[in-house]
């Protein structure tokens, strides 16, 4: 892979986090949806939400983030490994997240890591896993 190859690709992965915050906070599952491939496994268990697949994920979130008023991800510090043959990539990247949840006054903020497998498809890169690794978690939604 040249450089120049290894850079284009690494814009496009920067590209794919940041579509990703983008769907999360204006609530487009559609987008969100986007961003993985049909049968990608998402998990959110370490911040007590969901874990399943894509659509039982995107349709766990419309269900239930509707209700939060706001959110804003930033998604920082990407660190991506393209692995031998360029078409799978492992991506660690650091995420901060302040919002406001139902029923609460004071705003929250959580972050962590988001683990990516990527993988190249006819349509660019997409997620065929996320983990999130919540480290930190202030005014958590059971106000612990």
Same mark, same amino acid.
């Given at each position: 892979? @040249?450089?120049?190859?290894?850079?284009?690709?690494?814009?496009?992965?920067? +590209?794919?986090? #940041?579509?990703? &915050?983008?769907?999360?906070? @204006?609530?487009?599952?559609?987008?969100?949806?986007?961003?993985?491939?049909?049968?990608? #496994?998402?998990? #959110?268990?370490?911040?007590? &939400?969901?874990?399943?697949?894509?659509?039982?994920? +995107?349709?766990?979130? *419309? &269900?239930?983030? /509707?209700?939060?008023?706001?959110?804003?991800?930033?998604?920082?510090?990407?660190?991506?490994?393209?692995?031998? /043959?360029?078409?799978? &990539?492992?991506?660690?990247?650091?995420?901060?997240?302040?919002?406001?949840?139902?029923?609460?006054?004071?705003?929250?903020?959580?972050?962590?890591?988001?683990?990516?497998?990527?993988?190249?498809?006819?349509? /660019?890169?997409? *997620?065929r896993a996320l983990r999130e690794d919540n480290i930190w978690f202030v005014n958590p939604p059971t106000g612990g």
């Open positions: 892979m @040249t450089d120049v190859a290894r850079v284009d690709d690494e814009l496009q992965i920067r +590209a794919l986090l #940041y579509r990703y &915050a983008r769907a999360v906070d @204006t609530k487009d599952w559609e987008l969100y949806r986007s961003v993985f491939t049909d049968d990608a #496994y998402i998990d #959110y268990s370490s911040a007590g &939400a969901a874990a399943g697949l894509r659509d039982e994920v +995107a349709d766990w979130l *419309s &269900a239930g983030f /509707g209700s939060v008023p706001w959110s804003m991800h930033y998604i920082t510090n990407i660190d991506c490994d393209i692995h031998p /043959g360029g078409d799978t &990539a492992t991506v660690r990247a650091m995420f901060y997240n302040p919002m406001l949840l139902p029923g609460m006054a004071e705003q929250s903020r959580c972050g962590g890591y988001y683990h990516h497998e990527l993988v190249r498809t006819d349509d /660019g890169w997409r *997620s």
